[in-house]
């Protein structure tokens, strides 16, 4: 989490956002539509068989097409693949990580 709270500080320049994104996206401080895609990528990554289309066509809601679609779900899978990649093979945390990421 520490390595993505990096990446997201870099892009969003708040740290404040940052901080409640990473305690919990559903009480942060975003936009519906930034809240939608905080929630539909959470379900993909925590319950990815309940993926339903009610599920895109809420990302559609909030003004998302599907090419904005697919890249929130390109996003979500390939961060969730090289967690997952990266626990399998015991890959070391970065130094910039926090002990309590480790």
């Not at 409640?20 to 925590?46: F, G, M, N, V």
Request: proline fraction near 2%; charged fraction near 30%; aromatic fraction near 6%.
């Amino acid at each position: 989490m520490e390595a993505h709270r990096k990446d997201l500080r870099a892009e969003v320049q708040d740290d404040t956002l940052v901080d409640q994104i990473a305690a919990d996206h559903r009480a942060a401080e975003l936009s519906p539509r930034w809240r939608a895609i905080c929630d539909y990528s959470a379900k993909l990554t925590t319950d990815p068989a309940a993926m339903s289309e009610d599920d895109v066509n809420q990302l559609k809601s909030h003004g998302l097409d599907d090419a904005d679609v697919l890249d929130v779900v390109q996003v979500a899978a390939y961060f969730n693949y090289i967690n997952r990649v990266a626990d399998a093979l015991g890959v070391d945390h970065e130094d910039f990580m926090s002990a309590r990421a480790r």
